[in-house]
């Protein structure tokens, strides 16, 4: 198992692309601790892993990750349960698609808030604790539009950007903690989100990619699993694309 004991908070864990995460790394031996946006989502996703597993170590909290109070009260009850909080997924994101002339500060700064502030309320409250043990991986979600950019819902991108940015520079500055810091970039995803787009408008796109075809939530886990384990302890500061190389 590649991740055998390791505890992992994973961010956004309740569908889509986060569920998978928690799941592979329940597979790979993890203890993991899902965060939800509400108590009851959070339990719902822990109920049916449990179901799926008894024997798996799942939790759930649901900190409002956009308020550093909250994440920091939560997560340091975590690090008190398990000892130590080995990885670090930030996954929970969000987008509004509007054009840019309706786009409104209200979308804008939510956007920001979850996916960039978010990302550094949660980093922010585990790595006292990771420097201390001079040990620890965080994984950012970032996305294929953090290379070429989006035709519309400016936040998106740019806060997607912004993780990219904020991925290597932390790498670079808690790499001598030996702390790891990456992210992984994936393309389009067959979650929910992607299931109720209309098949005229996925077909172009499937044709536009190499691979032929969306990527699975399980294959873009695949890619956090190898980057959170020891097998890739000499990897920091990367962006991984699992997009089949999907380039908008
Ligand atoms: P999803 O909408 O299925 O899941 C998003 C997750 O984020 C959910 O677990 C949800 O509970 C959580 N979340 C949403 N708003 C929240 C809030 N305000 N507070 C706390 N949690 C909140 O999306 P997904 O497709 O699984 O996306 C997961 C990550 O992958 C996101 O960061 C997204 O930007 C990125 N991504 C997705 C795709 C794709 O095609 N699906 C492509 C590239 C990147």
């Known amino acids: ?15 889509g692309i986060g569920y998978a995460i928690v799941k592979e790394f329940l597979r790979e031996g993890a203890i993991v601790v899902l965060c939800g946006s509400r108590p009851e989502t959070a339990d719902k996703a822990v109920k049916a892993l449990k179901a799926e597993n008894d024997d798996w170590s799942v939790s759930g909290i649901s900190p409002d990750l956009t308020d550093y109070a909250s994440v920091k009260a939560a997560f340091d009850g975590v690090e008190k349960q398990f000892g130590r909080i080995d990885v670090l997924v930030n996954n929970a994101g969000m987008s509004a698609k ?23 309320n949660c980093c922010r409250a585990v790595t006292d604790g990771m420097q201390a043990r001079r040990s620890g991986c965080i994984l950012n979600t970032s996305s294929m539009v953090s290379i070429y950019g989006q035709p519309s819902g400016i936040a998106y991108p740019t806060s997607k950007f912004a993780v990219n940015g ?17 992210a992984v970039a994936p ?18 796109l499937v044709n536009s990619i190499p691979l032929r075809r969306i990527g699975e939530p399980e294959e873009v886990a695949n890619a956090f699993v190898f980057l959170a384990s020891d ?18």
């Not at 004991?5 to 994973?10: E, G, L, R």
């Not at 509007?98 to 550094?120: G, H, I, Q, R």
Request: aromatic share 8%; net charge positive.
């Open 1 to 15: 198992m590649l991740l055998k004991d390791k505890v992992a908070i994973v961010t956004g864990g309740t569908r």
């Open 98 to 120: 509007e054009p840019f002339n309706t786009y409104t500060e209200a979308m804008f700064d939510s956007v920001m808030d979850l996916n960039l502030k978010a990302v550094y």
């Open 166 to 182: 904020f991925t290597l520079s932390l790498a670079r500055e808690l790499g001598p903690y030996g702390i790891r810091v990456n």
């Open 187 to 204: 393309g389009v995803t067959n979650t929910d989100m992607m299931k109720a787009v209309p098949k005229q408008y996925i077909e172009p």
């Open 231 to 248: 097998k890739a302890s000499y990897i920091t500061g990367v962006v991984l694309s699992v997009d089949g190389l999907a380039r908008n």
